[in-house]
């Protein structure tokens, strides 16, 4: 029998403002690689366990593992659950599997996670070509036909070895179709209202901005000697439709999820792709993180509009700052001028759509008063829901040192964009404004929202607006308070199945 080659999504908490029905989205590069894989390497036996997905706990894992003896553990994972991905590895290691891991984790902390000798080769960047050259070294099982694998990092005589970087791939329409049958569909966005049939989609890759505080572009841009630059990448438009076809038809797939760190980054493809599902009559919605200055284009050039007709109706938008030196500190180039009018037009012109906005503190020189300018601009801007997001120092980013590195995985827990006492860097006092902002500051703008959002005609929009507002008043009441009067961690939710 072919030796086993298995992706594993290990058990891990859920972000609280997410139910429980859609915490967890299709992890999508699994499928894509595991397609590649069976393309290019069909000695091998390729196979995906999503643990979230089944509500499979750690021992139910060990049993799976032990039932399927996987030859290679293939990981990927955020610097929130990268804990979950050590315990994975050192189970796999205990199986005699090699483990591999990659991700915008784990590529950016590859010394530190080689030696810890829990996994064999580390991924950097862009993971289909690698996976199948890496594949067939694994097989040769020598460093000199690691070596010869671009885009990896490994250990050679205990000293961590680093390939030459891989270059991107030209053209994304090339991609396999992703192994969907190896996913359990049915169950992803199962019993949702707001998402049901929740799928993953991608339509580009990397961005053409260059936003301190995100690793997403970091993690397919290109390379100038050793410095990511951004650079973007699209589907065809024709592309896109296909897959979006085969899911709805094969699958019952209803909502897509966009993982493209901006979706409407490219003023054609989403008006594009829309027209085509319009066409030929497919009715599916559609969520995803845009940019606001291109939100503003698309509503000129009438591109939006065909947008919201195709589907999308839930939008994130990343306003980040309340001034234009905040904005200009993090290098993000959207204007404030910009996202006013994003946020006016989408309000009033595109009522049935969903609008989330995240707003960034913590930065240096960051005081109370810009927490409470951060607070009145979410009011004026009309969102249904804004989050309030703190500094994160990422790996990859400029605000990572080498001293936060935590071998246990266990301080990486905080770095899960929640407001916390006793996160890396955190400062009481900004936290303190927040909660006290969120419970003294009514002025009538808040009062009038609120209004909006009870009796708001759209039903999606009225059920998404009042979870989430529940959902923000448990975490303030039971996590964030709490952890400021105690010390207490607060954060992410271990749910029963977790250890099951």
Known sequence: MNELFLFVRPPRPLWPFNGPASAFWPPLAFASLAAMLRQHRPAWRVEILDAPAWQMGWHSLERELRARRPAVVAMGE????????????RLAKLLGAKVIAGGCFFGHVAPQVLQTGLVDVVVHGEGEQ?????????????????????????????????????PLIKNLD????????????????????????LAAMESSRGCFDGCDFCVLWR??????????????????????????????????????????PCYNAHPQLPAELAELLLGENISVSMSAWVRADCVVRDARSGALASQVRGGLKELYLGVERPDSAGLKAVHKHTTLPEVRAACRLLAQDFPEVFTLGTFIYGLPGDTPETVHALFRLALELELNQPFFIPLTPLPGTPFWRDELWDATGESFRQYNFLPSGTR???????????????????????????????FDRQARRRRMTTRLAARTAWFAAHGLLRGLLTDQRTGMIFPRWYES
């Open 78 to 89: 955020e610097a929130v659950s990268c804990v979950e991905g050590f315990r994975l590895a």
């Open 130 to 166: 690698t996976i199948v050259e890496l594949a067939a070294a694994l097989r040769e099982n020598s460093p000199a036909a690691l070596a010869a694998v671009a885009g990896i990092s490994f250990r050679r005589d205990g000293e961590v070895m680093a390939t030459k970087h891989r």
């Open 174 to 197: 090339d991609l396999p179709m992703p192994a969907w049958d190896l996913l359990p569909m049915h169950r992803y966005g199962a019993g949702s209202r707001n998402h049901p049939g």
């Open 219 to 260: 993690q397919m841009g290109h390379f100038v000697g050793d410095q990511a630059k951004p650079f973007f990448r699209t589907k065809s438009a024709a592309r896109l439709a296909e897959e979006i076809r085969l899911q709805h038809r094969d699958f019952g797939r209803q909502h897509f999820g966009w993982v493209d």
């Open 424 to 454: 890396p860097g955190a400062r009481r006092d900004l936290e303190w404004t927040l909660v006290t902002a969120a419970l003294t500051h009514w002025p009538p703008a808040r009062f009038r929202a609120y209004w909006r959002s009870l």
